[in-house]
Nanobody, 130 residues
Framework: QVQLAESGGDFVQPGGSLTLSCAAS????????IGWFRQAPGKEREEVSS????????VYAGSVKDRFTISVDNAKNTVVLRMSSLKPEDTAVYYC???????????????????????WGQGTQVTVSS
């Protein structure tokens, strides 16, 4: 059974930093893609960043580029999102999501469509405020 568990959300002042982790259990695959999404109250879900499990191909939303860094810790089966220079508009619940394990078998699609993500975590709250 695949489970994704986010952690690291917190309250931080503008300009501060946070590191979010997404621990994947029951799931190991060189062909999957992991994404981080966020949803603020009253707003639609936004894809923040995604990474291929094996080759570390990365993509970022324009709103977080140069401030957020996504990486895979293969030893811990974890995807990490390091966030710096945080702004109040970064306030949201952050979710990690994963495609099926065989998503990129036989072809390469990156980034996936949001509908390609089939496993989701419960989310972790990030609040940026003075």
């Amino acid at each position: 059974q695949v489970q994704l568990a986010e952690s690291g959300g917190d309250f931080v002042q503008p300009g501060g930093s946070l590191t979010l982790s997404c621990a994947a259990s029951g799931f190991t695959s060189d062909y999957a893609v992991i994404g981080w999404f966020r949803q603020a109250p009253g707003k639609e879900r936004e894809e923040v960043s995604s990474i291929t499990w094996k080759n570390n191909n990365r993509v970022y939303a324009g709103s977080v580029k140069d401030r957020f860094t996504i990486s895979v810790d293969n030893a811990k089966n974890t995807v990490v999102l390091r966030m710096s220079s945080l702004k109040p508009e970064d306030t949201a619940v952050y979710y990690c999501a994963a495609t099926k394990a065989d998503f990129n078998v036989g072809s390469f699609i990156f980034p996936p469509r949001p509908s390609d993500y089939v496993y989701w975590g419960q989310g972790t709250q990030v609040t940026v405020s003075s």
